[in-house]
């Protein structure tokens, strides 16, 4: 049964890629200057072995609950593999310290109040020994202004970026977002880049651009997308979770 899961990861991870660098070809970018970030959320810690087998690295879960068990088999199954893991859901801040011991990355901070948070969850697991360094953050923007879909509004980037910048913490590297549901993504993702440009004025070390998931990751990348978030054309239209 693995074997035939693995053939079936390693032809959709073939079209993704392939996808990925037609993209990158259309926009005149090279094709190192978007990152794959398999979502693996609701995919059992099986599948997100075998991505490691098969050279994906990147794995991103949406939710601290199902991550934190899932972080852990996958470090049993394939010790050493090198995984970086990054949350990309929307996070409460009773979640922080959880997150802060096994996230590489959060992609989906949107306030002040979450920010301190795991910046404080970050300086204890570091004290504890649950971490080595710093935890990467990117701002999540909302491009439709969505209460429930998470991220603050582009007015509010560069002051949500200086308060996150004297923590040393947290490393600031960017912008993520989620397009619009139902409209053409190309305007938003138009602003959110022209957002990542005026950021980078400042703040010159946050280059990552997070946009772009299997729907849209063309549109994403013709707008400077630096970090596609792909699960469906990845890992299939629905997953069974660890236990």
Do not use: Y
Request: overall charge negative; some cysteine; charged content about 30%.
């Amino acid at each position: 049964m693995n074997g035939d899961r693995r053939a079936e990861l390693e032809q959709a991870l073939a079209a993704v890629h392939k996808r990925i660098g037609e993209a990158c070809a259309a926009a005149g970018r090279a094709r190192d200057e978007v990152r794959l970030l398999a979502v693996t959320k609701t995919f059992p810690a099986t599948d997100a072995a075998l991505l490691a087998d098969l050279g994906v690295t990147e794995l991103a879960e949406n939710r601290d609950q199902e991550a934190a068990d899932k972080v852990a088999e996958v470090r049993e199954l394939r010790p050493g593999a090198g995984i970086r893991w990054h949350m990309v859901g929307r996070l409460q801040r009773n979640k922080a310290r959880s997150v802060a011991r096994w996230a590489d990355q959060v992609q989906s901070v949107d306030s002040v109040r979450l920010a301190e948070a795991l910046a404080k969850a970050v300086r204890n697991a570091r004290e504890r020994g649950e971490r080595q360094g710093p935890l990467e953050v990117l701002i999540q923007v909302s491009l439709d202004d969505s209460p429930g879909r998470g991220g603050c509004s582009l007015e509010e980037v560069n002051r949500l970026a200086e308060e996150l910048t004297p923590s040393g913490d947290l490393s600031l590297r960017g912008l993520m977002a989620v397009a619009p549901l139902g409209a053409d993504p190309a305007p938003a993702f138009e602003r959110l880049a022209r957002a990542a440009e005026e950021l980078r004025r400042d703040h010159p070390e946050a280059t990552e651009l997070s946009a772009g998931m299997s729907g849209d990751l063309e549109q994403a990348i013709q707008h400077g997308s630096t970090c596609v978030r792909v699960g469906t054309a990845l890992l299939g239209g629905r997953g069974l979770a660890s236990p």
